[in-house]
């Protein structure tokens, strides 16, 4: 069997509109068993060390078992692939007989956004420098990229801190990738990344996912029910206009500045139900939407009458943990 080809043929069905889920989630699974094939290993074991998640200088990073899984999160796989490659085609666009060059911040053990782009482009036309805090998992996809015979598509190769990593000057990145983010932003790395890296990179780099916003929403009723319908109200946190309104800073704020919602003006008392959801901008016009993906599955609280508050004020923490908190105030 051509690897290669087989490899290709199954990340076009990806990309194909009329593909069902059911195709997709078809050749996801193939992907992943040739994958394992490729590595030699039937299955990740359960062991600690590959279970455990990484600590970095902020948050944590995905153990490589958790970080192998990601694969199966389909329309998650889907859209980062389209966002990818439109990026990358635009840049050839803008850049014509140039070399694409790729900063892949936090690739897990199948690197999946090398093994899977690889299989469109020749290795003249674009290149990936690799970056993973987690030796094994850097180990794997080294192996894993080896076996596909794409190691021509390699620049370096780094195990570090994305959040402290200073980049090599000399070399110009067209795109940054960095699928370092959970729902609601918590506990990985993606905004202290984007902190770290995007005033070490040009101005019109491309960055896979390109923003993040966490939205506060409203509602009469459960998401569980049929027909539910939320009333967006606020923008609680937008990742890339946080990073935009703090470039001057030389170092990584602790915490981003507090953000207070009145809810007396946004007549709260008319609802039963408060969302907080989380929106990831792909690329261009590719989102992912609420509970399309383990990334955007929001979080719903009921509202408690009467209520004796009036403000709630959030705070998104970098410190240690990262997380997005909230108090309330009368």
């Not at 960095?178 to 995007?198: G, H, K, Q």
């Not at 500045?257 to 907080?276: A, G, H, S, W």
Request: glycine letters at 2%; one cysteine or more.
């Amino acid at each position: 069997m051509n690897t290669t080809i087989d490899l290709k043929s199954q990340v076009l069905n990806l990309l194909k509109d009329e593909s069902s889920t059911t195709e997709i989630e078809n050749s996801i699974y193939t992907i992943h068993q040739h994958f394992h094939e490729v590595l030699d290993i039937p299955n990740f074991d359960e062991s600690i060390p590959n279970l455990a998640a990484v600590s970095t200088s902020k948050g944590k990073a995905l153990g490589m078992n958790h970080a192998a899984k990601c694969l199966f999160d389909y329309k998650r796989t889907v859209k980062f692939l389209k966002g990818m490659i439109a990026a990358i085609k635009e840049k050839q666009t803008a850049h014509p007989n140039e070399t694409i060059r790729v900063f892949y911040a936090g690739c897990g053990p199948y690197a999946p956004f090398v093994t899977l782009i690889a299989q469109l482009f020749r290795s003249d036309e674009i290149q990936f420098d690799i970056l993973e805090i987690n030796a094994l998992s850097l180990n794997h996809a080294k192996s894993l990229i080896s076996g596909l015979q794409l190691n021509d598509y390699i620049g370096e190769y780094y195990q570090d801190d994305a959040i402290t990593f200073k980049i090599d000057q000399e070399k110009q990145y067209h795109i940054l990738f960095s699928e370092t983010l959970d729902a609601l932003l918590f506990r990985e790395c993606y905004v202290p990344i984007l902190f770290n890296m995007l005033p070490q990179l040009p101005d019109n780099i491309h960055v896979i996912p390109n923003n993040v916003q966490v939205n506060m929403n409203l509602s009469l009723m459960s998401m569980t029910n049929e027909g539910y319908k939320a009333d967006k109200t606020e923008t609680i946190l937008d990742a890339r206009q946080s990073v935009s309104e703090h470039a001057s800073v030389e170092s990584i704020p602790e915490r981003l500045p507090q953000r207070t919602v009145n809810v007396k003006e946004l007549n709260i008392e008319d609802y039963n139900y408060f969302l907080l959801d989380t929106k990831v901008n792909v690329f261009d016009d590719i989102w992912l939407e609420r509970n399309e993906s383990s990334l955007t599955i929001p979080l719903e609280m009921e509202i408690h009458k009467p209520f004796d508050f009036s403000k709630m004020v959030f705070t998104y923490e970098m410190k240690d943990a990262i997380e997005l908190k909230y108090q309330l105030f009368e």
